[in-house]
């Protein structure tokens, strides 16, 4: 069987397993490896719905793939009979087919919209829903879809593919899981190590069968070394490879192009830089023009000034090379030229954040990932599987090459068998983040009972994964009670006990023993390993939590309210300096320590035993276990459900809501679509919004939108306009009093206002030129402004639509009007092919 329409290729055995699933007319859910073909499936589900005078609708988790799924679909199929719907472009929004951010669904949904004449909505990149911010989304579209409409849902390889179909079924009737695990190009993972002795390069295969190479751990720090030994300058033979000696591995094997990811922008520029300085080019004067013209029309839109503003000369040099970095804060229209310029085959090499593994499909035939841990804002991380998987998904281009290369340096903060257990892993199991929000809340009771509400909401899949977790609890209760019944009955049997012997330790004494811990002392687990005390935090309320590190370099967080023994301390290491416990090489280091003192503590961990053998401790630990079961199991069921009661009291307490009828602030409240929309719709229903000019009430309007990322504290508040200054301090008051009835009933806080952006929003709104801008702030990108202004112009028009005074919505509109200008305006806007 060969594709329908243009298509001339044979197709894999999934996607004709699928594509009959649609033609019976299930929904369903299609779970394959990046660059599989599984667009097959949902462009096939697109052309029944037009061959049933249909319409489709195609969404997407973020623009810059809508706006490439747009084009795709526009020269498939005929600009003339494809749409296109986001934040920043709305393309006749009246087609057959429309493409749009699955947000914009969501909002047509609420908004009533005639679907009556939709037959298919493809959600692509479904696997989304897990995204802490953006995926309840998801859930939504899904819940209020009409049934009619069938879904075609594309997902990354997941574990429990099963189970996500499973609640698919539960709540859109007949649906086929299709599951692929094989890649559509085969996959050969590498290590690669330097060799001071030679300055050789030794790369050698993560895997072998299948398995871990049994020659790689040769290769492994020795973390054992003394400091007397360092300082001796006894370095050991391996070192991390240059990126131009692997570059040349790379381009001697003809293995370019290559994607490296590095997770620092500043890195992957640097490295950019660096390698053009050192002579690279692996493009001749033909591609060199190809690329000039890509550029040329890219960045048409921009001035002279922004052009030398935004460095474009070193840039384009670079790009004419066939070298480029890309990420977050470069402007938009430099990324996209670097995303034509790579599909074209013209880029070799491109330094790259994994924002280009979340983004366009830019498969290469290699990719290195620089480091396996990427920093979390806090601290440093090991990359999850499903991480590594993600970027090494852009390896190997299908139809072009035989086989992917996915290369990681050695690197003296991680150990072989990390390397391999990513690259033989494939475990990556979708968990809900679905949970009710206000805008969510008002919506649903101006179109639902609260027992129909509560109904839908038991139906999502936060709650279907819930209510799985309580069985298995249940089960396992079954089983502790039976275990308690016996134990009792066996205690009971017992003599009194002596007054030496052991017996369950209370609250206060877990409490009290847990407060005595310091760092670098050795404690045992509930079976005798020893771990070492990295630090113990203390937070309201009495709660702490301990952080602790195993000989084998695993890292614990032990909860207070989790002990039902005090911690036993058995010996103390003196621990590295300066302390770094976020740092891989940090723990290996402790854990190290930790070996070292093996054999210290046996008289502690032996009455520790007697203790843990005692029936009347062990019959104090499973009442205290069985105790927390119970409670874990009361929390779990009905979850969702009452966290939306919890939603609707803080919402009654804010006249949001009259008893559980919806008032004129709560309906203005659920046409606002942004993480502080209750604070938003409060802002404007105390006027704190009127009467501001628009480049004042941009600035003051920033303040939801911006979010301080940088390392050290925000600045101070600081506002060009006095009024708008005012307006701040009234609207942190606001948000503090918001946050107070939050805590009351126990919902997440509103993240409060922050100034950080509102000069730059004031002063971009007047008018004033770019470079001043950045001049004023020397930490911000050109990307950074462009996110910032597009986020703040979302908001500003959504502030135009809703602001019940006639005023205040015109002066948004003209706000959201004046900062959608040149560098900004450019950026995100789409030429169909």
Known sequence: MTGGGDRDFRLDPFQIEAIGHVDDGRSVLVCAPTGSGKTVVAEHAIDRALGERKRAFYTTPIKALSNQKYRDLAERIGAARVGLLTGDNAINPDADVIVMTTEVLRNMLYEGRDLSDLATVVLDEVHYLEDSFRGPVWEEVILHLPLHVSLVCLSATVSNSDEVGGWLESVRGPTAVIVETTRPVELTNLYAVGDRRGERLHVVPSLVDGRPNPDGDRFDPDLRRSRADRRKHKRPPWRTPSRLELLDFLEDGDLLPVIWFIFSRKGCDEAATSLVRSGARFTDQEQGARIRAIADERLGGLDAGDLALLDTTAWLERLERGVASHHAG????????????????????????????????????????????????????????????????????????ERGHAIVPWSPFTQFDQVSSLAGSRAFRLRSAFRPTYNMAVNLLQRQSPDDARALLARSFAQYQADAGVARLENRLVRERARLTELRAEVDALPEPEEDEPVAADADAIADAVSRLRPGDVVLDDDGDRLAVLGVSWRKGGRARMRLVSQRSQEFRWELSELTEPPVTVGHIDLPQPMAPERIDYRHDVAARLRRTRGAGTTRAKKRSKARNDPRAALARLEQEVQHLERKARRDKGSVARRFDAICAVLRDREHLDGWEVSDSGRMLGRIYHESDLLIAEALDAGLLDDLDPPALASLVSCFTYEHRRPGPPPEPWFPAKAAKQRYRDLVHLARGLAGVERHHDVPETRPPEAGFAPAAHAWAAGEDLGVLLDDDEDMTAGDFVRNVKQLIDLLRQIGEVAPVAATARSARQAAEAIHRGVVAISGSVDAA
């Open 330 to 401: 470069l402007v938009p229209a430099f990324k996209e030229a670097v995303e034509v310029c790579f599909a074209e085959g013209l880029v070799k090499v491109v330094f790259a954040t994994e924002t280009l593994a979340l983004g366009v499909n830019l498969p290469a035939r290699s990719v290195v990932i620089d480091r396996l841990t990427k920093f979390t804002g806090e601290h440093h991380e090991l990359l999850t599987p499903a991480q590594f998987t993600q970027l090494t998904g852009r390896a190997g281009r299908r139809g072009i090459d």
